[in-house]
C-alpha cells in the first residue's frame, strides 16, 4: 500500500476522496515541515501532498540519497517553494492546483483595490479606536475607482478574472503587460509593450504573475519611480515579486499614494514599516481562504495523485 503524507490539516471533504489503496499519514500542525522533517519524509512516503513554504528546495531534495517519494502534489497554484528540476531529477512527478485558485484570488485582489483606494482599513481603525468625531465632506477622502485605468502585470487565468472584474464591473480602462501576446478574452483591454508603460498610465497597478526566479523583485525602485503619485499597487501574487525594503522607501516618500498587499517577502514576517503605514491595506494571504475553494484545491490535488497511484497520467504535472 502506498505511503501519503498530506502535510497540513484539509477539509474532511478532501481526506475522504482519497484513494482507498493510499495508507494516508495527515500531519496536524500548521506551520510548515521544517527542512529535516521533510528530508524525513521524502525517505519514508511514496508520495506527499505538500503546500506553501513545505521545504522542497535543491537542497533539501538532494539530502535524500534515495528517495522513496516519487510525487508532489502541491496543494496550490504557486510553487515557487519546490525545485521542480531537482525533484524531476530524484524520480518525482510535480502537480499543483490551476484553476481552482482563480475566481478566489480575483475578489481578494478588487478586495485590496477598494480597502485600499477607499481607505477602508484607515477607517475602520479609526472607529475600532474611538477615533472617529463623526462623519463630515472631507473625511477619509480617497479615490473613485469606477472609470479609473487598472495596469494588470501578467494576464493568465487570474489577471483575466481581475480584469473582466474591474473592466466589466467597475467600468475601467484595463491595460497589462504579458511576456507573449494575450488574444482577446472579452474585455477591452490593450497589451503595452513594457512594464514601465503600464506603470506609467494606471491609477492601480496589480500584480498576477507567479513567483519564477525572472519575477524575483520584479518591482523595484526604478518601476515604483514610474508609477503616478496617486497610483496604488496591488499584489495578490508572491511577496518576492516586489523589492520589500523599496516599496517601504516609495510609501514614505510619497512617489505613491498606497498598497493593497496579501503576501509578503519573508512570510509570514511583515516589516513593522508596512503595518505602521495608515496607507497600506495588509491582509494574511487571504486569496483561496473560502472553504469552497479549498476543498477544490484539495480535490485537485487528490486527482492528481488518485490518478499516480493507479498508473494514470495526472492531469495538472508542473515542469
Request: net charge negative.
Amino acid at each position: 500500500m502506498a505511503k501519503l503524507l498530506i502535510t497540513r490539516p484539509l477539509p474532511e471533504a478532501v481526506l475522504q476522496a482519497v484513494d482507498a489503496v493510499f495508507d494516508v499519514d495527515v500531519r496536524q500542525e500548521t506551520l510548515p515541515l521544517k527542512p529535516n522533517e521533510m528530508v524525513t519524509a521524502l525517505g519514508r512516503y511514496d508520495a506527499i501532498l505538500p503546500t506553501l513554504g513545505d521545504p522542497l528546495s535543491g537542497e533539501v531534495i538532494g539530502q535524500v540519497s534515495d528517495a522513496k517519494c516519487k510525487i508532489l502534489a502541491n496543494f496550490g497554484v504557486g510553487y515557487n517553494h519546490i525545485d521542480v528540476g531537482a525533484a524531476q531529477s530524484a524520480g518525482m512527478v510535480v502537480t499543483n492546483t490551476p484553476g481552482a485558485v482563480t475566481d478566489a484570488t480575483a475578489d481578494i485582489a478588487m478586495t485590496l483595490i477598494l480597502m485600499t483606494c477607499r481607505r477602508a482599513g484607515e477607517g475602520e481603525r479609526a472607529v475600532r479606536a474611538g477615533h472617529w468625531e463623526g462623519w463630515h465632506p472631507t473625511q477619509f477622502l480617497g479615490m473613485h475607482v469606477t472609470g479609473k485605468t487598472i495596469g494588470i502585470i501578467g494576464m493568465g487565468r487570474i489577471g483575466k478574472a481581475i480584469a473582466k472584474r474591474a473592466g466589466l464591473g467597475f467600468e475601467m480602462g484595463v491595460v497589462f503587460y504579458n511576456r507573449s501576446k494575450v488574444a482577446d478574452f472579452g474585455v477591452p483591454a490593450r497589451q503595452m509593450e513594457s512594464l514601465a508603460e503600464v506603470c506609467a498610465v494606471a491609477d492601480i497597478v496589480v500584480l498576477a504573475v507567479p513567483a519564477t526566479p525572472e519575477t524575483h523583485h520584479l518591482v523595484n525602485a526604478e518601476l515604483l519611480g514610474q508609477m503616478q503619485a496617486h497610483s496604488v499597487l496591488v499584489n495578490i501574487a508572491r511577496g518576492d515579486v516586489i523589492d520589500e525594503a523599496a516599496l517601504i522607501e516609495a510609501l514614505q516618500a510619497g512617489q505613491i499614494a498606497g498598497a493593497g498587499l496579501d503576501v509578503y517577502e519573508r512570510e509570514p514576517i511583515v516589516p513593522e514599516a508596512l503595518k505602521a503605514t495608515e496607507n497600506v491595506t495588509i491582509l494574511p494571504h487571504l486569496g483561496t481562504a473560502a472553504l469552497e475553494v479549498r476543498v477544490d484545491m484539495g480535490l485537485m490535488a487528490v486527482a492528481n495523485l488518485n490518478a499516480w497511484v493507479n498508473g494514470d497520467a495526472p492531469p495538472n504535472p508542473v515542469g
